[in-house]
């Protein structure tokens, strides 16, 4: 099959680039609509290139609501939650790999159980304890529900698991106590998984929408998605605008990712796979 | 030696209590109290009154609970065939050693790092029925338009649409790394034997990448399940599709947070939760008839 379609391999270029086309467009759509004007949004039948290129959208979205808000609102819940969920799911990780303890495999199992049911179950009695800890409408009340991370937990653990024994018996040999081998040895071995677990992290929390449109109401306490998804009910037809803040909100991330692009996509795919 | 032991036993349990610590109470209880919560009538913020199975009887004769069911079972009939489909295809296209790999993966990848919210709005704006360019070129082809915003029988396929869209680019990602460990030998041995291109596709990349495309299946099913956002921005309580277009996950919102009958939506979540389980339960079955593990 490989020989047979590089002799001849024009037909998959021909497809491949239509669906890049297909994916790539709704991006270019927004682009385009919002540095038209709104009449210019609306003519039948549409221009492609705007006639002129207006920048009022941007400047009237980001004066009407505060953008910056969102992003910082973002970024901090992001930063919040990495830095807890990394250590700590590393630590647990590692005990689970590598520490023969009372009840460990009954624990582990334990704290599988989460991965096997839906998100939404837990939103209310977060929000109740978001609630009693008096941190709504905050970027505390934001990181709380991704704080702790059994999907990492699991990651990590197959990862410790795969280095060699030997490693920390000569450590242990040494007069190394767990503290020390888990800082010294483990931590600077998992450097891949650990980027990976921190840009599933990023993502995941970047792209929710349910727990910011529950937790925090306030329009400045609001994330990049629920402030968008504020925006549209204000806005309702306005085009221009609309695809202004949506351009806005996307940005950061997909300029993260092209950056970084070689850890998004070697984390997705190791992650998948184990 | 006991020394040690008794060491290890510390360390251990320092090591997790973290995580298990703030596992028991952001998850493991709440799985509880939503239990609990389900047998009860909340109104607002009043303490909750047991009522037992009350709720559970209510949503087995409830037309709402039942049509949004099935709205979500039909929109994952058509998201996860067909999605599951073209990422594979996609991956084999990348995996032929082609020029350009790496460029192509990751325009296609650029749609799983976008913001749902913001994707869902600029295609409810590519979909408008009057000013929307994909009506637009519909009509420039001759073909008919549709309304697909607010048309009931066209909404779960315009959903459809943007959930495949979305979820390529992460499959695609998964199976690709499936397909480029299956040694290069392989093929060259049944072209040897004489085996097609289909032949060899059935035979040997269907078979040796079937783990990842088990939990490609998976994952996308249980997303496709619990679709949200997109119907979020979408189909609004006024738009006319509503009842057509509306989810499970959608309607146990409206529930906890909007109608505030807080009970009623802690069983529309447990309902989903069993039919999550049911559905990932009979297809682990099924693994073992079709997924080869070397």
Sequence with gaps: ?274 | MKRKHLSDNLWGFAFIAPSLLLICVLNLWPVVENLYYSLCKMKGFAKPVFIGFTNYITAFSDGEIGQAFLNTLFYTLLTVPIGVLLSLVTACFLNTGIKGKGFFRTLYYIPVVSAPVAVAMVWKWMFNDEYGIINYILKALGLSTLNWIADGNVILFTLAIIGIWGMIGYNMIILLSGLQSIPKSYYEAAEVDGAGAVKQFFSITIPLVSPALFFVIITTFISSLQVFDSVYMIVSETNPAFQNGESIVYLFYRYMFNVSNKGYGATIGTLLLLVILLFTCVQMKSQRKWVLYQ
């Excluded at chain 1, 009407?64 to 969102?70: E, I």
């Excluded at chain 1, 306030?218 to 549209?232: D, F, H, P």
């Design chain 1, 1 to 274: 099959m490989q020989k047979g379609i590089q002799r001849h391999n024009w037909p998959v270029y021909v497809l491949l680039a239509l669906g890049c086309i297909i994916m790539v467009f709704p991006f270019l759509w927004s682009v385009l609509t919002s540095f038209k004007t709104l009449n210019e949004s609306l003519k039948v039948p549409p221009t492609f290139l705007p006639v002129s290129w207006q920048f009022s959208s941007y400047t009237d979205v980001v004066t009407a609501y505060p953008f910056l808000m969102f992003f910082i609102n973002t970024f901090g819940m992001i930063i919040i939650r990495l830095a807890i969920t990394l250590l700590i799911s590393a630590m647990a990780a590692y005990a689970f790999a590598r520490i023969p303890f009372f009840g460990r495999g009954m624990l582990f199992l334990l704290c599988l159980i989460p991965m096997m049911v839906p998100s939404q179950i837990f939103i209310y009695p977060q929000y109740m304890l978001a609630v009693k800890l008096k941190i709504t409408n905050s970027v505390l009340g934001l990181a709380l529900p991704g704080i702790a991370s059994t999907f990492g937990i699991f990651m990590l653990r197959q990862h410790f698991m795969t280095i060699p024994d030997s490693l920390e018996e000569a450590a242990i040999l040494d007069g190394c106590g767990r503290g020390r081998i888990f800082i010294n040895i483990m931590l600077p071995l998992s450097k891949t998984p650990l980027v990976s677990l921190g840009i599933f992290t990023a993502l995941f929390a970047y792209k929710d929408l349910m727990w910011p449109l529950i937790c925090n109401t306030k329009i400045e306490a609001m994330t990049l998605s629920s402030g968008l998804a504020y925006l549209q009910g204000q806005y309702t037809t306005k085009y221009p605008q609309l695809m202004a803040g949506s351009v806005i909100a996307m940005l950061p991330m997909i300029l993260l990712f092209i950056v970084l692009q070689r850890q998004f996509v070697g984390g997705i795919a190791t992650a998948g796979l184990k």
